[in-house]
């Protein structure tokens, strides 16, 4: 088809949707004309509330057949990258007692990972477990016959693989990087088709129907608030009921610091009480009732008045899924290597028993204690990136084996901390009394159960152990080794004479700025707090703000954390702080040669690392929402604060300009100084970096919140149009990579390794072995635990 008549036709597309009314209706921005999917969905809109999927089904016994431009951005390309995690040799190396460590690790990971379908979205529960019983009737392969029998083309299939790899690879609908909904890239009526032709629906129609309307219809909805997470009326959140909005979160942080609760492992649900508003604060835990947990004075939960209203504490989120990671975290506390490890794993049995933060940081402590495990892991509700208010983790477990070769590296970093950070650009008084040397060690993943899988971490997150007793830094080299990959032609926004360099040195200064972000980024800086007894951990009367050059006069109270005092952006703030050491530190020789890197070859690693920081500032724009004026994603939002401070540095350093592709499509073009960096760039970063370390320090919310959101407006004003360059990123982005992961099996009284291709087959393929031996009662759990909270979101 030539390219006139192509245009012709989605003309003719886009005259048709627009006379036909619909809620997931919206004008087409130029960037998103070019990267549209034509879908045929069976949809016609009604308002009715109960249950919460009939909102977004026909009422009507007459379906609409309807024209939808679907913006590339909700939807997996089919052919997105799917990888393989090696970690072969790495596990045939370990001995049969760390082999059944690793093993029993693995499965509370899994299953606790589940977790996440339930914080994500209403319906990710749903469609996991019919994605679930198709394909423990029948493989990719066997399926595909009927595919095609009931009038599936090879792409619509391939499509629908790839949403369910997508569906596995994120925990939910939701993509795990961005927050963005993604719905299958084919027309309704053709999945309905497959689902109906399966045989799971041929062993059983009622339940496989029943299980289609639940979730076909929010499956496919891409009403305003269903396009990303949020919360309210920005977006979908499970962390909260669908009632609760921002002051709601609010309150609820005032009333667990009042009551010295963490939120990590919290949801929250309003509801109405007689006339007066009630909030249940649920805790994760395998136990469901009131009772008082070995180590604390007294029971958490019960019922209390705050600030004329009504919050109950209450146990039981998840509990089948939490009793299963305690009891698998049992099973391999016999196959520990070490004190540690024993009295770690009985801590965070603990934890997930009955649903205490407190017994989490106990395990942590323990964790930390635990210097160069062979088996490393770690294992929880993590991360708050995806709570809309910042302070609820996501469940997420990891177990990797040490990569010694590449953990020399590291470690060699670790004995030259306390040298570096003298280098970084704030006062000494700022920075934490004692550098408490962490473990830093090159781990290759050998199960990551989440929403996704990160390139470093830097744990745990609690604030008051990070300060006085510690932390671990991980970076997972076979991740590393395959998520950055990438080829020429695909390489976006870059002069043609950097991409070869950009090729050759991103993977290796990816793994310096990994290094630094990590250990020197994350541990670095000190908070000021005032405890319980009034005791502060600096001195009043002497210590200045270098900014204002007036003494301290801010601080976190005792009760008070990171996350919970900046809430909204601490993630993106702190993303955003460790990136920026990774730059200002990369500069130093001796770092660069800890990594191997010296002469010429290091002044490449240095360029690069730079360069690519710039263009991920500009990519980052991607996952900006110009309706809601909101960042779905912190580290890029982080990338995109850094591009526009080495933009407003002026002098030549950065380059960023709006040309015609060879393609006549919009294009950009990003260029770098090299010569400019060590001293235009360096200074800006230095500048930049001591304020957002200042601000932190001194919990000053008002003021870091205005640096912060000053960088992060995305715009149409000024000397850069980055609402326009935004479409630009849109029509020229490259989905990420998704990952294939190995299961583990016993058999007798050693354990194998499973291993699957690197294809999105060989990824559906291996979440349906990794529940095989309790899939009907896990799928019952998790509708169950679904339905249960169904009417919460309306």
């Given amino acids: 088809m030539n390219s006139m008549y192509r245009e012709r036709i989605m003309l003719k597309c886009v005259r048709l949707w627009k006379r036909s009314p619909t809620r997931m209706g919206f004008e087409p921005t130029r960037a998103e004309h070019n990267g549209l999917a034509v879908h045929r969905l069976n949809h016609s809109a009604t308002s009715s509330c109960i249950p919460f999927w009939k909102r ?211 949801r929250l649900f309003k509801r109405d009480n007689g006339g007066k508003t009630c909030y249940e604060v649920r805790l994760a835990s395998a136990v469901q009732k009131d009772c008082a947990v070995e180590g604390e004075c007294e029971s958490c939960c019960g019922t209390f008045n705050f600030e004329d209203k009504e919050f109950i504490v209450k146990r039981g989120d998840y509990a089948p899924l939490m009793e299963k990671v305690s009891y698998y975290l049992q099973q391999a506390q016999a196959y520990a290597a070490n004190e540690n490890q024993r009295k770690m794993l009985e801590e965070y049995t603990r934890s997930f028993t009955f649903g205490s933060v407190e017994a989490h940081k106990e395990g942590s402590r323990y964790w930390i204690k635990d210097k160069g495990p062979i088996v490393e892991s770690y294992i929880g509700f993590i991360e708050s990136y995806r709570d809309p208010f910042g302070s609820r983790g996501e469940f997420e477990g990891f177990i990797a084996v040490v990569n010694k070769a590449m953990s020399e590296r590291f470690t060699k970093l670790v004995s030259s901390a306390e040298v570096l950070l003298p280098e970084l650009p704030w006062p000494r008084e700022f920075e934490k009394d004692t550098f408490l040397k962490p473990d830093f060690t090159s781990l290759d993943v050998l199960t990551f159960a989440g929403s996704g899988i990160p390139a470093g971490i830097n744990i745990p997150n609690y604030d008051d152990i990070r300060q006085s007793e510690g932390f671990k830094n991980v970076s997972l080299g076979n991740v590393l080794a395959v998520a950055y990959a990438t080829k020429k032609e695909k390489l976006t926004f870059l002069e043609e004479e950097d991409k070869d360099l950009f090729i050759k040195w991103k993977g290796p200064s990816f793994e310096v700025q990994v290094g630094l972000h990590e250990l020197l980024g994350h541990g670095s800086g000190k908070l000021f707090v005032q405890d319980d007894k009034g005791n502060f951990n600096f001195d009043q009367s002497k210590v200045t703000n270098p900014e204002t050059g007036e003494l301290v006069s801010s601080w976190y109270r005792s009760s008070e954390t990171w996350d919970s005092k900046f809430s909204t952006i601490a993630s993106s703030y702190e993303e955003c702080r460790a990136e920026c050491v990774g730059l200002y530190l990369c500069l130093n020789k001796q770092v660069l040669s800890i990594f191997g890197h010296e002469g010429q070859d290091a002044e490449d690693v240095v360029y690069i690392n730079w360069l690519s920081m710039v263009r991920a500032g500009l990519l980052g724009l991607e996952f900006y929402t110009p309706e809601s004026k909101r960042w779905r994603q912190a580290h890029m939002q982080a990338r995109f604060v850094i591009l526009r401070v080495l933009l407003e540095a002026g002098e030549g350093l950065v380059g960023l300009e709006e040309v015609t592709g060879q393609d006549s499509k919009p294009d950009a073009r990003i260029t770098l100084d090299r010569n400019k960096i060590h001293t235009v760039g360096k200074n800006a970063i230095h500048k930049f970096l001591c304020k957002l370390q200042v601000l932190k320090a001194t919990a000053d919310v008002e003021g870091g919140r205005a640096l912060y959101d000053s960088y992060s407006t995305v715009s149409d004003s000024g000397a850069h149009n980055f609402l326009r360059l935004r479409e630009t990123v849109l029509l020229r982005k490259e989905a990420r990579k998704m990952f294939v992961q190995a299961n583990t099996r016993v058999n007798g009284d050693s354990v194998e390794l499973v291993e699957y291709e690197g294809s999105v087959a060989g990824l559906i393929h291996s979440f349906t072995e990794r529940f095989q031996d309790e899939a009907e009662q896990l799928e019952a759990d998790l509708l169950e635990l679904s339905k249960s909270d169904a009417s919460c979101w309306c």
């Fill in 56 to 266: 977004h089904c026909s009422s009507s016994s007459v379906v609409n057949l309807r024209l939808k431009m679907v913006d590339s951005q909700y939807y997996l390309p089919n052919e997105i990258g799917v990888s393989a995690l090696d970690c072969s040799v790495a596990f045939h190396l370990l001995s049969p007692q760390e082999k059944m460590y690793a093993h029993y690790l693995s499965r509370a990971a899994w299953y606790g990972g589940l977790a996440v379908l339930l914080q994500t979205s209403p319906e990710s529960a749903d469609i996991f477990v019919l994605l679930q019983r198709i394909f423990r009737k029948q493989t990719p392969a066997q399926l595909e016959q009927v595919a095609t029998a009931a009038g599936l083309s090879s792409e619509e299939y391939q499509a629908f693989l790839v949403y369910a790899a997508g569906l596995y690879a994120n925990m939910g609908n939701y993509k795990s990087f961005g927050d963005t909904k993604f719905i299958p890239n084919l027309p309704k009526d053709k999945l309905k088709a497959v689902v109906k032709a399966s045989q799971a629906f041929q062993d059983q129609p009622t339940e496989m129907e029943a299980l289609w309307d639940s979730s076909s219809c929010l499956l496919y909805s891409l009403e305003d608030r269903q396009k990303q997470l949020g919360l309210g009326d920005k977006g979908i959140s499970t962390y909260f009921s669908g009632n609760c909005c921002l002051e709601d979160a609010e309150l609820a942080q005032k009333f667990l610091d009042s009551k010295k609760l963490s939120a990590y492992n919290t």
